[in-house]
Nanobody
Framework: QVTLVESGGGLVRPGGSLRLSCTAS????????MGWYRQAPGKGRDLVAR???????SYADSVKGRFAISRDNAANTVYLQMSSLKAEDTAVYYC??????????????WGQGTQVTVSS
């Protein structure tokens, strides 16, 4: 079992910045990916950004150039630096961890979610 604890959400004005953090504890495999998904009211949960233990990253097209994901492997922590925020970035942001074994996702875990609201 893995526990994910998120922090850093809140209210920010359009054009502002926020940094989300997520720390994992428990049965974390040596090969894993950590990332952030978001879910706006009435919509599905979509990938925002993801980073593997080797540092490979992927981003949703809508956040490329504005958001940056990073991680501290020793601390099992992933960060999402969000800049130039827009109203459409408003959502609940969920931290995710995928454990890999044999090249496939062996187990998947989610945080409780943190609200990000972009509004003037």
């Amino acid at each position: 079992q893995v526990t994910l604890v998120e922090s850093g959400g809140g209210l920010v004005r359009p054009g502002g910045s926020l940094r989300l953090s997520c720390t994992a504890s428990g049965s974390i495999f040596s090969i894993n990916a950590m990332g952030w998904y978001r879910q706006a009211p009435g919509k599905g949960r979509d990938l925002v950004a993801r980073i593997t233990t080797s540092g490979d990253t992927s981003y949703a097209d809508s956040v490329k150039g504005r958001f940056a994901i990073s991680r501290d492997n020793a601390a099992n922590t992933v960060y999402l630096q969000m800049s130039s925020l827009k109203a459409e970035d408003t959502a609940v942001y969920y931290c995710n961890l995928d454990n890999f074994r044999g090249g496939v996702i062996w187990s998947k875990y989610w945080g409780q979610g943190t609200q990000v609201t972009v509004s003037s």
